[in-house]
């Protein structure tokens, strides 16, 4: 069982073309010497209890197929297992969803033959992973989580997933149009900053909402959340720094305020029309919410 993987495959990830993709990722893992076993998800957050009832049967390395959800849920599971030592599972990522936000920090290619390489070749990291606490739920994340703006275009992504990679941009625009901005207390590093704010993003990788890079990211490993406030921006200050929002100049902007820490405590002022709260490009809930770190946390395949 050591030498084995189990990999967790996502049907809906492959967007009409499922079949054929899993039978060329089953022929090049044969291919390529790895032996695995496999179950396929059949609703949200079935990834949670595969990876558990795997870990159960002995299984230490897992494969996640699909997109940074199904990462997500699998990251998820494997936190909230209490078998093993989250140290001693290897993950490794087949990329085939939307978005694919967090192969972009490691250059892990989207090339099924390429990714499965990866896997063969055995070079691993461990990697830091936040944890989410608001009033009735928890949740952790491996990638960027955030409150505000873009929460917001996450809950109008879950309705416009039907159109492909576009959706990212159809939510985004709602957003703009949208979305009222809120003003939180956030407490961080012992400050406490008031302000009206679009969003407060806090990252351990480096992308997030289709290829933006949002946070002044550092490593994905040195137990530190690159934390951004983005305060009172209008809609004409977006529209003109939208080049920025992808190639990282955003948080230049003089209504851009950064922050590294391992912690924070972030609360909207307002009970009415509470902000939603997003984790890996999955919506979890709304509210207050209290950030935390576990370092070095997860193992996982890199190029």
Not at 1 to 15: L, R, T
Not at 75 to 85: F, K
Not at 236 to 242: P, R, Y
Not at 281 to 292: N, P
Request: with cysteine.
């Amino acid at each position: 069982m050591s030498d084995s993987w189990f990999v967790i495959v996502n049907p809906v990830a492959g967007k009409g073309n499922f079949n054929k993709i899993w039978n060329t990722i089953q022929q090049e893992l044969t291919t390529q010497n790895i032996t695995f076993k496999y179950a396929q998800t059949t609703h949200t957050k079935h990834e949670i209890a595969l990876v558990q009832e795997a870990i159960n049967e002995g299984f230490k390395k897992i494969i996640s197929v699909g997109g940074d959800g199904t990462l997500h849920h699998i990251i998820n599971g494997i936190m909230t297992q209490n078998t093993i030592d989250n140290q001693e599972i290897t993950i490794a990522v087949i990329p085939l969803g939307t978005g694919n936000d967090w192969i972009k920090t490691y250059n892990i290619s989207k090339n099924i033959k390429k990714a499965i390489s990866y896997i063969q070749q055995g070079k691993t990291i461990h990697q830091d992973v936040g944890y989410l606490e608001l009033e009735n739920t928890s949740s952790y994340f491996c990638n960027v989580a955030g409150i505000g703006y873009d929460g917001y275009v996450v809950n109008k992504l879950n309705k416009l997933k039907r159109f492909g990679p576009i959706a990212y941009l159809l939510s985004g625009i709602a957003g703009l149009l949208l979305y009222k901005k809120t003003t939180f207390t956030i407490e961080v590093n012992n400050q406490i900053i008031k302000t009206k704010c679009l969003m407060t993003l806090f990252g351990i990788c480096k992308f997030s909402g289709g290829g933006m890079q949002l946070t002044d990211y550092k490593y994905s490993s040195n137990g530190l959340f690159d934390i951004t406030v983005a305060k009172n921006f209008s809609l004409v200050d977006l529209l003109f720094n939208i080049r920025k929002l992808y190639n990282g100049k955003i948080v230049q902007h003089k209504k851009v305020e950064t922050h590294v820490s391992n912690s924070l405590l972030i609360t909207p002022l307002n009970n009415t029309d509470l902000p939603y709260i997003q984790a890996d490009g999955e919506l979890i809930g709304q509210g207050s919410v209290k950030v935390s770190m576990f370092k070095r946390a997860v193992k996982i395949i890199i190029p």
